[in-house]
């Protein structure tokens, strides 16, 4: 039995009828890329939510890697999130309302944790393949954030376990509600996660 990597999607919101994330995970679903058998993981959009999900998903299939996948609207590029935080913004409407609210998504946890995924190798191959994509210091404080960061804390105490989280930009079709704001074809972000998953059980080895 190959060793199973869990690939986590979010459910559309905000009125988006899909989420590309989700759209991707679920195609790759029961596929084998690099010896590891991917498990994917259809996420509701909440921070408790999608931090109950995932921590009891690595309980219960033990697997050898994780990557998250969600959608960040309106960013131009892939983007491999660096930094998971511990801060759970309930509704995504901390920043814009200025509350100094607080609430962790693991209490009495460390403040971060930096992604184990090989983002230097990622960005590499992706650049290979001319598909724009960056490293992003911040993976915002909603349920994307939580889901990163409530895996990385399971995990914490197994480092080999590569865990890291992937936001992606609006499908070409969402764009269209948003004027102006970019997009990627769901075709391209596809071969972006698979290389994602390749380089990833390339470096367990
Ligand atoms: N994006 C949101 C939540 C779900 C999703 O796909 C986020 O970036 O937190």
Same mark, same amino acid.
């Given at each position: 039995m190959p060793a199973i990597l869990i690939l986590a999607g979010f459910e559309p919101f %905000?009125?988006? %009828?899909?989420n590309p994330s989700w759209e991707i995970a679920r195609r790759l679903d029961a596929e084998v890329i690099g010896g590891l058998r991917i498990k994917s993981l259809r996420v509701p959009v909440g921070c408790a939510r999608a931090a109950r999900l995932i921590t009891g998903a690595i309980a219960r299939w033990q697997p050898r890697a994780v990557i998250g996948l969600g959608e960040a609207g309106g960013r131009p590029a892939i983007s491999l999130e660096r930094i998971a935080i511990n801060l759970a913004d309930e509704r995504g409407a901390l920043a814009k309302s200025g509350d100094p609210g607080f609430t962790p998504v693991v209490r009495g946890g460390p403040d971060a944790y930096f992604s184990r995924l090989p983002l230097r190798a990622i960005i590499r191959e992706l650049d290979r393949k001319d598909i724009p994509a960056s490293v992003s210091l911040t993976a915002g404080a909603y349920a994307c954030n939580a889901l990163m960061y409530a895996a990385l804390h399971s995990l914490r105490r197994k480092p080999g376990v590569p865990v890291g989280f992937i936001h992606l930009p609006y499908e070409a079709r969402q764009a269209r509600r948003h004027r102006n704001l970019p997009s990627m074809a769901l075709a391209t972000m596809e071969n972006a996660v698979r290389i994602a998953i390749a380089e990833t059980a390339r470096s367990i080895g």
């Open positions: %905000r009125g988006e %009828r899909i």
